[in-house]
């Protein structure tokens, strides 16, 4: 593992385990194994761009932003938004790169350490064979 990877691993695992005790841990879960796909169909400004326009105070949107911004290196969402948006365009895919290892560590992450919502159960009461 390269250096820049075992940074991301290093910085996605304290982000995650930090929002293991948050009431919207469920829901970043789920942020966390979708966003790359995200950014692989819709490009990492519009994917950025996304979480920024759903980001209120303190919700799942507006922590995986900072989460990603902190694990490439910048001191907030904003900033990450604002420097995707100003790149060229050789800067734009070294950044999507980056993210893209970013968001797998989150992803990765977020899988081991974070619970899934448990499906409503079902009941088969009043019902006729």
């Known amino acids: 593992m390269n250096t820049r990877s075992r940074q991301h ?40 761009g996304f979480l920024r326009a759903k980001s209120s105070d303190n919700n799942e949107y507006q922590r995986y932003l900072s ?13 990450l938004y604002d420097a995707v948006i100003a790149s060229d365009l050789p800067t734009y895919q070294q950044l999507t790169r980056q993210a893209l290892d970013a968001s797998g ?10 619970q899934e919502d448990a499906p409503a159960p079902t009941t088969t009461e009043g019902a006729q064979s």
Do not use: E
Not at 67 to 79: I, S
Not at 105 to 114: D, H, I, N, S, V
């Open 67 to 79: 989460d990603l911004a902190g694990v490439l290196g910048y001191d907030n969402g904003p900033a």
């Open 105 to 114: 560590w989150l992803k990765r992450y977020a899988q081991a350490l974070l």
């Open 9 to 48: 691993a290093a910085n996605a695992h304290a982000c995650v385990s930090a929002v293991a005790s948050q009431a919207y841990a469920s829901k970043y879960r789920a942020l966390a194994l979708s966003f790359p796909i995200m950014v692989l169909q819709s490009g990492l400004a519009q994917a950025t």
